[in-house]
């Protein structure tokens, strides 16, 4: 009777009632499956293909909705990375939360000073100079002597989230990534959904044209460049986390490679694409890596690479969405 009333006063007040979309029963099917999935798979295995999914989600924010392809978003993993390790390492008694948080800050600082040096510049002349700049930040990591150099930092400890929660326990610290990979998403999201979202839409669709309704898009590209590069820190300041570990593989351009491969195939410009293509990507090298094919790795990921973009132009998330698109006009009709 309640539900009724209310949707009465939603259709007096000139509203139609929220009702559960399909999207929405997806979202809520996938939170349920993340809630389960540790007590099925190895939580650390997931919590990589989590960690990942992230990143290519903070990566597809810029490409997919802004239309700016960066080929030095690993400097922002690296950056989120090795800050959250160097602290938490020195500092054994910080909290955890405490150590993200300072890594995610470090890679926003950086993002902003990359965005303003590369993002009057467009297509591939913005890559080049966000390769140079990644590049440039790799070699810095090699002779800071913070890094630890090629040995990278090891053994860093997880702690306790806010005193009671033992990080050390896989299944803990798989809820609190977890939970951070729901927060972040639900922002990338909204952000999206947004007004400023939007904006964004229209500035990868037509710039001269956004111009010319009075938007500056240099600071609209500027504020999602920056909030990439937050995300990317916090995907690496997690996986450090998970893993103990900061390295410069985290920095490498093959790094700023993977991400690229994850979300092309995955669907560029969706949501869930990034999370299909990272869990794609990190399932086959895990099984490859365990098979007789282990030094053929990159080579088979490659050929599928060239094979999906062949069959699925627009990524497996982004052809399910243009087949459904088809299959409701045809209904329609």
């Not at 839409?201 to 500027?222: C, F, M, Q, V, W």
Request: glycine share 12%; hydrophobic share 55%.
């Amino acid at each position: 009777m309640a539900v009724l009333q209310q949707d009465h006063q939603a259709a007096r007040a000139g509203r139609a009632p929220r009702r559960i979309t399909p999207l929405g029963v997806l979202y809520l099917v996938l939170f349920l499956l993340g809630l389960l999935a540790p007590w099925v798979a190895y939580p650390v295995f997931l919590m990589k293909i989590l960690c990942f999914a992230l990143f290519a989600s903070a990566f597809n924010l810029l490409l997919g909705f802004v239309g700016l392809l960066s080929f030095g978003h690993a400097a922002f993993l690296a950056t989120g990375a090795y800050i959250t390790g160097f602290l938490l390492a020195e500092y054994p008694g910080l909290s955890p939360a405490l150590g993200i948080v300072a890594g995610t800050l470090g890679a926003v600082v950086l993002g902003t000073l990359f965005g303003a040096l590369a993002i009057r510049r467009q297509g591939i002349y913005f890559a080049m100079i966000t390769l140079a700049l990644a590049q440039m930040m790799f070699f810095f990591f090699i002779q800071a002597p913070f890094t630890h150099g090629e040995d990278g930092l090891h053994g860093v400890p997880r702690g306790e989230l806010f005193g009671v929660f033992d990080l050390a326990n896989n299944h803990t610290l798989y809820y609190f990534v977890f939970a951070i990979f729901v927060a972040a998403f639900a922002l990338i999201r909204r952000v999206v959904h947004s007004p400023f979202g939007q904006v964004l839409k229209a500035t990868r669709e037509n710039e001269p044209r956004a111009i010319s309704l009075g938007y500056h898009t240099d600071a609209y590209k500027l504020v999602a460049f920056v909030l990439s590069a937050g995300l990317a820190g916090l995907a690496g300041a997690t996986k450090t986390l998970v893993f103990q570990l900061a390295s410069l593989g985290d920095a490498s351009w093959h790094m700023s490679g993977e991400v690229i491969l994850m979300t092309l195939l995955g669907g560029v410009g969706t949501l869930l694409g990034p999370l299909v293509g990272s869990g794609l990507v990190i399932g086959l090298q895990h099984q490859l890596a365990q098979s007789a094919l282990g030094d053929w790795v990159s080579v088979i990921l490659g050929a599928i690479f060239v094979v999906c973009v062949l069959s699925f132009r627009s990524g497996i998330i982004g052809e399910c969405q243009r087949w459904i698109a088809r299959r409701q006009q045809r209904e329609e009709k």
